[in-house]
């Protein structure tokens, strides 16, 4: 039961992490990944055969989420420190560990919204939803892997 709720996790955050990028890209990307992850969690509501009242509970989730992804947004500073410091004639490789400190702890500072939102999905979801889920992502993640990893097909 640990793998199938681990697995259920990681997608979440892997879509969490894959808007959070999207939008760090500029607002066109961060519609664009908005109308994708609406896609992709309509089909997977449709998939479980989700109630309405689940699907309510899912959507606030996912507003939630994307609340705190865009609080979080830089302008771009960050991007343009990290060119900065690997274009320059000496590498300040102390300057890199703190840039990936300072993502690693407003990554921690993130899941602290984002996984109580997992928490409220996973708890509307029956358990058979959630195998239903699993099974989903054990496939997804299989045929990704036959297919030289993130660069294969997805379903």
């Given at each position: 039961?640990?793998?199938?709720?681990?697995l259920i996790?990681?997608?979440?955050?892997?879509?969490?992490i894959a808007?959070g990028?999207?939008w760090a890209h500029g607002?066109?990307?961060?519609?664009?990944?908005?109308?994708?992850l609406?896609a992709?969690?309509?089909d997977a509501?449709?998939?479980i055969?989700?109630?309405p009242?689940?699907?309510a509970t899912?959507?606030?989730?996912?507003?939630?989420?994307?609340k705190?992804?865009?609080?979080?947004?830089?302008?771009?500073a960050?991007?343009q420190k990290l060119?900065?410091?690997?274009?320059?004639?000496?590498?300040?490789t102390s300057a890199?560990?703190?840039?990936?400190d300072q993502?690693?702890d407003?990554?921690?500072?993130?899941a602290?919204?984002?996984?109580?939102?997992?928490?409220?999905v996973?708890?509307?979801l029956t358990?058979?939803?959630?195998q239903k889920?699993?099974?989903?992502?054990k496939?997804?993640h299989e045929?990704r892997?036959?297919?030289?990893?993130?660069?294969?097909?997805?379903?």
């Amino acid at each position: 039961m640990k793998t199938k709720t681990m697995l259920i996790g990681a997608g979440a955050l892997a879509v969490v992490i894959a808007a959070g990028a999207a939008w760090a890209h500029g607002p066109g990307r961060g519609r664009m990944m908005r109308h994708m992850l609406n896609a992709r969690i309509a089909d997977a509501e449709d998939y479980i055969d989700a109630t309405p009242q689940q699907r309510a509970t899912i959507e606030q989730a996912k507003e939630n989420v994307i609340k705190a992804i865009e609080a979080k947004h830089g302008n771009g500073a960050d991007h343009q420190k990290l060119i900065g410091l690997l274009t320059a004639d000496k590498l300040d490789t102390s300057a890199i560990y703190a840039m990936v400190d300072q993502k690693a702890d407003s990554m921690k500072q993130l899941a602290r919204t984002i996984v109580p939102e997992i928490q409220r999905v996973h708890d509307a979801l029956t358990p058979a939803q959630r195998q239903k889920l699993a099974d989903k992502a054990k496939q997804m993640h299989e045929r990704r892997m036959e297919h030289g990893g993130f660069g294969g097909p997805e379903e």
